[in-house]
């Protein structure tokens, strides 16, 4: 059994900055793919990006302004975000597997 926990989320105007953690518990280690995804209300759910042995991966619009990080040690997710748009809006999910995280409100007003 997988615990995430996410923290981080709060308001911030367009062009800010934010970094988005997770807190991971249990069965976890370095060998797995950990990643974020999103949700804005009344749209669907939208992979943001995900960090594995292998390197990281992200969504095409993210690139550049999102970087995902992780450290092992602490069990710990990451996500810097930076030049947040409105369109950014959304609760932020932490993923490990199966498990999923309750989630972070990230609001970005104009």
């Known amino acids: 059994q997988v615990d995430l926990v996410e923290s981080g989320g709060g308001s911030v105007q367009a062009g800010g900055s934010m970094r988005l953690s997770c807190a991971a518990s249990g069965n976890v280690d370095s060998r797995d793919i950990m990643g974020w995804f999103r949700q804005a209300p009344g749209k669907k759910r939208e992979g943001v990006a995900a960090i594995g042995r292998d390197g990281d991966t992200y969504r095409e619009s993210l690139k550049g302004r999102f970087l995902i990080s992780r450290d092992d040690a602490k069990s710990t997710l990451y996500l810097q975000m930076n030049s947040l748009k409105t369109e950014d809006t959304a609760m932020y999910y932490c993923?490990?597997?199966?498990?999923r995280g309750q989630g972070t409100q990230v609001t970005v007003s104009s």
């Open positions: 993923v490990v597997g199966e498990a």
